[in-house]
Every structure is written in structure tokens, then in C-alpha cells.
């Protein structure tokens, strides 16, 4: 039975300043490196076989982060299609994971919000305006994109890339973003447009599911994975 395990990415430098960040490629805070690190050692023990991030730095770093405590002692690494870039020694390959990252799994694009500061923004365009922005599954800010865009491009890249894997048994880390997390955990919890409202997704606190069959099961935090 496969596990599906995953992470927001650690606090930005942007979350830390109450800024929406959106495709804007800014690092991790101080704070978010040591929770990604925590994440890793409460998913240490875990054997993936399979790690898929966003394109966006933040969601790479808390990765390989997380990574760099993990008991199995395997190498994470970034798959090339470049031949270039590609392991030719099988031995090799035996001992790293590998790595995929893609644009599908970015956080949701806040278009013409992005770089601007949050209270700010509820001061001009009035809290709720700000609120249905951020929360609402079909309107999107100004020039971005909507939950519901987002979700049309996150959940066929999960359903296509990702379940393939977890059905064939395999261990997979996922580490991205709220928005692209949320897309995900919607579709497999079965969440309404109003419910997937108020869902808040921490950063660097893993989620697990389970493989059961055909479905994805939520593994409740307390329980052993």
C-alpha cells in the first residue's frame, strides 16, 4: 500500500512579511528552513521512492531539506531530460530518488496582487473583497487565477503523474504550496466548494494518506505511518 505524504512548504520570506507571493520565486525564512527540517525528521523514517515539487523554489528547498535528515540515506535528485544532466550507472541510480518538478503543482498565480501587502490591500479593496480573493473557489484576483483554475491544472497532473505511482505501491513526498495542496486535498477528501474555504493548510506539517485499494485514505496525524 502506497503513501502519499504532503508538505506545504516552509514559511517564505514573503509569508513572514504578510505578502502576497503567488509564482514569485522568493526563498524560505529562517523559520520556514527549520520547520522544513522538522517535517524531515517526522517523515524520516519513510522509504520514498518518489519525490514531485512545485517549479518554485520555496517547495524545492523544503524538499530536499526534509530530506537531508531522512533515515533511508538515499539522494534525492532532480530528474534531467537533458541527456546531459542523466545517470548513466545503474548502481547508482539505485541509491538516489528521484526528483520531478513541474508547474502544474505551483502555488495559484495572485496576478496583479502579487508583491503587495496583504493589510494593505484589505484597506483599499475592503476586507471581504481581499477574503473572497483568497478564499473563494471560483472568483479570481485581478490578472490571477481562481482555486478552480488552479485546481484544472493541479489534479490532472496528480491524477496522470502522481496515483500511478501510489497504486503500484510506491511512496510518494509531494512539496508545494497551499493552494495547489488544497486542489489536491479537495478532490481526495471529498471537500465541497464552501467546505475547501476554510481549509487552512500549515506550512511544514506533513499529511499522509494511505492507498487502500483504489482510494486515498487519510492517515489521522496522531497514527503510526
Known amino acids: 500500500m502506497g503513501i502519499l ?8 520570506e514573503w509569508n513572514k512579511r504578510n505578502i502576497f507571493t503567488g509564482w514569485v520565486d522568493i526563498p524560505l525564512s529562517p523559520e520556514g528552513i527549520d520547520e522544513a527540517l522538522e517535517c524531515g525528521r517526522e517523515i524520516a ?20 531539506l526534509a530530506m537531508s535528515v531522512h533515515d533511508e540515506g538515499k539522494v534525492p ?9 542523466q545517470v548513466a550507472d545503474k548502481k547508482t541510480l539505485e541509491t538516489l530518488i528521484p526528483v520531478y518538478s513541474a ?6 498565480m495572485y ?32 490578472g490571477g487565477e481562481s482555486l478552480k483554475e488552479t485546481t484544472e491544472r493541479t489534479l490532472p497532473y496528480f491524477e496522470e503523474k502522481i496515483v500511478p505511482y501510489l497504486k503500484k505501491g510506491k511512496n510518494v513526498l509531494i512539496s508545494a504550496h ?16 464552501d467546505e475547501i474555504l476554510h481549509l487552512e493548510i500549515p ?18 496525524p496522531d497514527a503510526a505511518l
Open 103 to 108: 508547474w502544474e503543482l505551483n502555488e495559484r
Open 178 to 193: 497551499g493552494n495547489s495542496l488544497r486542489a489536491i486535498v479537495k478532490r481526495l477528501d471529498g471537500l465541497s466548494d
Open 45 to 64: 523514517h519513510i522509504p520514498f521512492d518518489v519525490i514531485f515539487t512545485s517549479t518554485l523554489n520555496r517547495a524545492m528547498s523544503t524538499a530536499m
Open 111 to 142: 496576478g496583479e496582487l502579487q508583491g503587495r501587502d496583504k493589510d494593505a490591500c484589505r484597506k483599499e479593496f475592503g476586507e471581504e473583497q481581499v477574503k473572497i480573493w483568497r478564499r473563494s473557489f471560483a472568483t479570481p484576483p485581478p
Open 77 to 85: 535528485c532532480f530528474m534531467s531530460d537533458d541527456k546531459r544532466g
Open 203 to 220: 506550512t511544514g506539517r506533513p499529511i499522509a494518506y494511505r492507498m487502500e485499494g483504489e482510494e486515498l485514505k487519510k492517515i489521522p
Open 5 to 12: 505524504v504532503l508538505v506545504r512548504h516552509g514559511k517564505s
